[in-house]
């Protein structure tokens, strides 16, 4: 079965510098890899996906994310922080098990930027 | 585009009574998806739904059950309520149920048990 781990319960980052939220993954096969953003008590929202193509993918709100084969990460990424970024984070992976796909989901990174 | 809706906002019950959760689908979308979320923490898949059949739960007891209706909105039931189902409870919903595609929340039902 497939797994992914976020390695980090939280990440503070000063506002204006760069940040990045780390995943990783265990599959077999081609990952498909998300990224959704939680801002409190509110729903999930979709940020981006990697199916295929580009490693380098871009998202929503100025988010990108970069897929690594042979580490086997999708690190997401924003070149210059901003206070409203400040949310709870999930990566999630599509698993295949009991004759249906499905998401796997990490247990969140929450994001702290600082003014 | 209408987004994902739920209903109640709030829900608030005793322990021992029965909840019912609603959710609708953005309009195309044939799977429903539900989640629990404790205390702001992990999503813990709980059912899924694809063109009225349930494809798929979770590590949960059965007195969590729902279902999905023709026109594709879902209804999720907890029966017998305990004081740690109180967790927020998000539905999602995507276009078809081969996990390529994404998953669009809602905003959640916060479920209280007293």
């Known amino acids: 079965a497939q797994s992914v781990a976020q390695p980090e319960d939280q990440v503070n980052v000063a506002e204006g510098n760069p940040l990045t939220v780390k995943c990783t993954y265990s599959?077999?096969?081609?990952?498909?890899l998300f990224w959704y953003v939680q801002y409190p008590n509110r729903g999930l929202q979709f940020l981006l996906k990697y199916i295929t193509g580009d490693n380098l993918v871009k998202g929503s709100y100025g988010f990108e994310a970069e897929f690594n084969k042979s580490q086997t990460s999708f690190h997401l990424k924003k070149p210059s922080a901003l206070v409203s970024d400040s949310a709870l984070y999930f990566c999630?992976?599509?698993?295949?098990?009991?004759?249906?796909?499905?998401?796997?989901w990490g247990a969140g990174t929450k994001l702290i930027i600082k003014p | 585009e209408a987004g994902v809706t739920q209903s109640p906002t709030h829900l608030i019950k005793t322990r021992g009574q029965q909840a019912t959760l609603r959710c609708s689908p953005i309009s195309g979308h044939t799977s429903v998806y539900w989640y629990q979320q404790a205390l702001g923490l992990g999503l813990q898949f709980l059912l899924w739904?694809?063109?009225?059949?349930?494809?798929n739960r979770g590590n949960f007891p059965p007195r969590f059950s729902g279902r999905q209706f023709p026109n594709y909105s879902s209804e999720l039931n907890v029966n017998a309520l305990e004081l740690e189902d109180s967790a927020l409870y998000l539905c999602a919903s995507s276009f078809g149920a081969s996990g390529g595609y994404e998953q669009y929340f809602g905003p959640g039902t916060r479920l209280t048990v007293t």
């Open positions: 999630a992976v599509r698993d295949y098990l009991d004759s249906n796909y499905q998401l796997i």
């Open positions: 599959v077999s096969g081609n990952p498909y």
């Open positions: 739904y694809d063109e009225g059949e349930e494809r």
